[in-house]
């Protein structure tokens, strides 16, 4: 242990997991950020690439409070956050994707991505993410992002693919 940590931080690193699982090698997780980011700024979507890569993946809390099913919200909402109605989605896609088995939040982030392309003003990038091609490049990337830091050893897991 190391001296000049008190003994209550001491305590604690002693309860860490020993069987902790392996990360995935950072070779395979430059090489493929290094693929999708270069796909994202081909299709005009770095925007959403970078809100896929760190809150959907990391499951990064969203600005605001947290809000219960029953809570409404709307653009005048405080705690909206600065997240598009398609980036919002996106977000909601690749946790749900992350997850795993929650497959009808899932269809519905997917069909409200395909819904955001009815909202006035879109930016470009937000009309490409919510078209069918933009759609299925969400999913897509959340997938092969998945496949790289999903263990090996979860491999009975049954998977879902849309």
Do not use: C
């Amino acid at each position: 242990m190391v001296k000049h940590l008190p003994p209550s931080v001491k305590h604690l690193l002693t309860l860490r997991n020993p069987n902790v699982l392996p990360g995935p090698p950072p070779s395979q997780l430059q090489t493929l950020f290094t693929r999708t980011s270069r796909d994202a700024k081909l299709k005009n979507a770095e925007t959403g690439w970078l809100v896929l890569t760190s809150y959907g993946m990391v499951l990064s809390p969203l600005p605001g409070e947290t809000k219960a099913f029953h809570d409404e919200s709307g653009l005048e909402d405080p705690n909206q956050g600065n997240l598009s109605r398609a980036l919002g989605s996106v977000v909601g896609i690749a946790a749900l994707r992350a997850e795993g088995r929650v497959g009808p939040q899932l269809v519905s982030h997917t069909f409200g991505l395909l819904k955001a392309r009815y909202v006035e003003d879109l930016s470009a990038e937000d009309a490409w993410l919510s078209s069918d091609e933009g759609t299925e490049w969400v999913l897509r990337t959340v997938d092969e992002i998945l496949d790289v830091v999903s263990s090996e050893d979860q491999g009975n897991e049954v998977k879902v693919k849309l």
